[in-house]
């Protein structure tokens, strides 16, 4: 019998037999606790965390340069992609929350217990390559926002970043709970932050809400498509899949059938409020872009830099570019809770590797400290906001090979039983699947054939 699910043995659960049984962040692992009884409030309130870490991906600042690019150059026209994405993210990260408390595994877990070896070791290299992307776009957010707020060069910016590995391993030490209680007070002001800067631009309503219906040029213009599938990349992260099913099992629930039913229905409250708060955030970013820039004849903004310079004069409120930069800093900080964790997720998943916290982010700063350093040094900062927009296509490359996996767990009987979803979930899930894959098929083609 897996001592994990005891209910089921490996062949019947489907895992290989040789899979490693661990706990996943196991010095987290159950150890924020769950009111066995009282009102339903209270038990939400202990599952309240979880999401609002995950959110934190779907508004770090790549998200800021594709939003900002595509408001900037097409108006409100993008905000269908950003509300697509956003109900792709509820979706997927309800099913990896799903996987996480039925089977104790996380996902990366369970892709070494059902793949060959030779298998696992690509997707842990696809998905590094996506944390890395991830890692390189809070790095120039980062050093963008010292830079703007304190004047700090990018170049000494992009080290500083470096240094907050001891942030975490700070918080980490604080326990789980405090750690969640930080991310969650960084997101508040960076939601105040916009909505000072919603209200300032004033944007039309009607033609708001007309940018949330879907358009067909989206898919006919290559420009707008290439921003679209960045905006995807940066919305539905690969890494935060791995993040959720694991970070999930940091709560108490009682692991049998009826607790673990609880839980998924919390879990899936909890990331479901996050997520349209980080769907909020986005819309926000490409609203003010296009009431603030794409109204007034520059289309061409896509550099953070350049729309902290003109968000105040054009708005005419003195304090939005500074409001504008420090929720860039928030959302820079808040990422790097996400990367770290994710990192060592995926590491000890996939290869059964443990780094202290302090070296595996110190390993993954450096290695995007790197490029970003040469582009900044030989291009400046265009370099880096081509870099940043860039690396969230990246994302988008990495997506199938964390969305395919996750569908197929979570539909296959044999490993989660009752917990299977139902067949029509499932065919909205691979719907997912498939749109996305032909999203990025679609952008390679352009990319290299013109």
Known sequence: MDARSPHLTPDAAGWRADAPITKSLAEVNSTVAIPAAGRWWRRLLAFVGPGYLVSVGYMDPGNWATDLAGGSKFGYTLLSVILLSNLMAILLQSLAARLGIVTDRDLAQACRATYSPAVNFLLWLACEAAIIAC??????????????????????????????????????????????AFVIALLVVIAVCFVVQIAAAAPPVAEVLHGFVPKTEIFTNSEMLYIAIGIIGATVMPHNLYLHSSIVQTRAYERNDTGRREAIKWATTDSTIALM????????????????????????VAEIGQAFELLSPLLGLGIASTLFAVALLASGLNSTVTATLAGQIVMEGFLDLRLPSWARRLLTRGIAIIPVIIV??????????????????????QLPFAVIPLVRFVSDRRKMGQFAIPVSVAAIAWIVAGVIVTLNVKLLADTLFG
């Open 277 to 300: 708060l980080a769907l909020f955030i986005n819309a926000a970013i490409l609203v003010v872009a296009a009431a603030t820039f794409h109204k007034s004849g520059h289309p061409d």
């Open 135 to 180: 890692d390189l776009a809070e790095v120039i957010g980062t050093a963008i926002a010292l830079k703007l707020l304190f004047g700090i060069p990018l170049i000494g910016g992009a080290l500083l970043a470096a240094l907050d590995a001891f942030l975490l391993l700070l918080l980490m030490n604080r326990g789980f709970r405090f750690l969640e």
């Open 376 to 397: 900044t040094a030989i291009y400046g900062e265009r370099g880096t906001a081509d870099l940043l927009v860039f690396s969230q296509v990246v994302l988008s490359m």
